[in-house]
């Protein structure tokens, strides 16, 4: 489900594609055809807020994902997972998701799990 102010960010970006496709015959052609393109998208909603809310192969691959970023080294030790501003995972999809796949990196001693927010555990000396 797309929440009121991504609904409402959509219509304002249909909005100004609209508005500026008047201006089409002054605008540089590759331009235009960009905006069609873009504007065509806009039809649907974004998958990532619509598809699969509660479908556990969903929130299973992103915790595959946040995994394998862990095991990388992407996040230091205690480092908060569910921060926003550091996170794509938390803009990308659904709190249901991101929650679900929290949840179950924690059931599996991924990430640690404290006064209701998730960080990054300390790595295996073999990771």
Request: charged content about 25%; proline content about 7%.
């Amino acid at each position: 489900m797309v929440s009121a102010a991504d609904a409402q960010t959509l219509l304002d970006v249909g909005h100004f594609l609209r508005e500026l496709l008047t201006y089409a015959d002054v605008l540089p052609t590759d331009l235009v055809a960009m905006l069609r393109d873009y504007q065509s998208e806009l039809r649907s909603p974004p998958p990532w807020r619509s598809d699969g809310i509660g479908d556990p192969a969903q929130y299973e691959r992103l915790a595959d994902l946040m995994a394998q970023s862990l095991t990388d080294g992407e996040w230091s030790d205690g480092e908060p997972l569910d921060d926003p501003a550091r996170n794509w995972y938390v803009r990308a999809h659904t709190p249901q998701t991101f929650e679900r796949a929290l949840r179950l990196l924690a059931a599996r001693g991924e990430v640690v799990k404290t006064g209701g927010r998730y960080y990054a555990g300390p790595r295996d000396e073999g990771s």
